[in-house]
T-cell receptor, first 112, second 110 residues
Framework: DADVTQTPRNRITKTGKRIMLECSQTKGHDRMYWYRQDPGLGLQLIYYSFDVKDINKGEISDGYSVSRQAQAKFSLSLESAIPNQTALYFC???????????FGEGSRLTVL | RKEVEQDPGPFNVPEGATVAFNCTYSNSASQSFFWYRQDCRKEPKLLMSVYSSGNEDGRFTAQLNRASQYISLLIRDSKLSDSATYLCVVNAQAGTALIFGKGTTLSVSS
């Protein structure tokens, strides 16, 4: 089983719908991140969390919200999806000792 | 100036070639530096960390130049399997998040 698991892996939805992307990890890391990736734009940070009580906005947090339900779970919500939120979304955890990020396999979201 | 900048490429090289990528960063207080590799439609994976003294891992060499605020990745004897996008990643300071460059695409052909 993957250390960082994202669900769903693929989702097609309509404008205005509420969408939740979930992320769970078995690595025991405190730090978790949500990134989105668009062709030619690299990975952009949406939100990050250093522990259950610590949530921080990233570069592009508008239109998104997050919830850190437990150390192992960090979910990303789009309250009212719009087409320009069509992208590949990655969840990641970080080893605070080595600094290495461990990514999930990604969630491909299409908003029509 | 963007926080982390990379030449997007693509770099098209034959097998066996040596290729180098540079990445510049804007925050002089940046503390940690990494190169990640991303295959098409896959998640990024750590290729190597970049240390102040430079470091080597097989055919890959990473270097840091703090004075000029750039890091580099050198790939020797390129293989077909090296074809991927290489992402430069910088951590400005402890307690902040990692910032990614847009990536440099490498295509190695036979």
């Amino acid at each position: 089983d993957a250390d960082v698991t994202q669900t769903p892996r693929n989702r097609i939805t309509k404008t205005g719908k509420r969408i939740m992307l979930e992320c769970s990890q078995t690595k025991g890391h405190d730090r978790m991140y949500w990134y989105r990736q668009d062709p030619g734009l690299g990975l952009q940070l949406i939100y990050y969390s250093f522990d259950v009580k610590d949530i921080n906005k990233g570069e592009i947090s508008d239109g998104y919200s997050v919830s850190r339900q437990a150390q192992a779970k960090f979910s990303l919500s789009l309250e009212s999806a719009i087409p320009n939120q069509t992208a590949l979304y990655f969840c990641a955890t970080r080893d605070s000792g080595t600094g290495e990020l461990f990514f999930g396999e990604g969630s491909r979201l299409t908003v029509l | 100036r963007k926080e982390v900048e990379q030449d997007p490429g693509p770099f098209n090289v034959p097998e066996g070639a040596t290729v180098a990528f540079n990445c510049t960063y804007s925050n002089s207080a940046s503390q940690s530096f990494f190169w990640y590799r991303q295959d098409c439609r896959k998640e990024p994976k750590l290729l190597m960390s970049v240390y102040s003294s430079g470091n080597e891992d097989g055919r890959f060499t990473a270097q840091l130049n703090r004075a000029s605020q750039y890091i580099s990745l050198l790939i020797r004897d390129s293989k077909l399997s090296d074809s991927a996008t290489y992402l430069c990643v910088v951590n400005a300071q402890a307690g902040t998040a990692l910032i990614f460059g847009k990536g440099t695409t490498l295509s190695v052909s036979s």
